[in-house]
């Protein structure tokens, strides 16, 4: 009867290892990287952006790609009238476009003294199976080739 016990104890143990749904070496390592639009039209990259976290609308696709859009900051701040104009692949341009504004809505501009259009580049990269230094050379990679 100890045996049986043992041995159904045993396997309990080992179903359970093997079922252990512990994911925290497996999720992927993302990096944005953003440049802006000169006036004399050469995108300058910016060294640090905030809000960082990586978007959900791509993490639940694992997507990553490439969006170009023109917006307007308000004279309080706030990013508005969002014009998308390029997003690259096409299969995630509705969670580059929705990850984009969000991104752009959420970071603090400061107020001006009068409405600015501008015109930036956000690059999301996503990779399973690299280091973070990797992910941001090869976002940084990624930012200079063409977003159509």
């Given amino acids: 009867m100890k045996k049986i016990l043992g041995c159904a104890l045993m396997l309990v143990a080992a179903t359970a290892q093997a079922n252990n749904t512990d994911i925290s070496d497996k999720r992927p390592t993302g990096d944005i990287q953003a440049q ?3 006036p004399q039209g050469n995108w300058l990259r910016l060294q640090s952006i905030p809000n960082r976290a990586y978007p959900l609308e791509l993490l639940n696709v694992e997507g990553k790609g490439c969006a170009i859009t023109r917006f307007t900051i308000s004279q309080s701040g706030m ?3 969002f014009d998308i ?22 970071w603090q501009w400061p107020e001006q003294e009068q409405e600015i259009e501008l015109t930036m580049r956000l690059d999301y990269c996503l990779e399973e199976v690299a280091s973070r230094s990797e992910v941001v050379e090869m976002c940084l990679k990624q930012s200079q080739a063409e977003c159509s």
């Fill in 36 to 38: 802006i639009l000169d």
């Fill in 79 to 81: 990013a508005k009238d």
């Fill in 85 to 106: 104009q390029a997003t690259d692949p096409k299969r995630y341009s509705r969670a580059l476009r929705q990850a984009t504004k969000q991104l752009l809505r959420d």
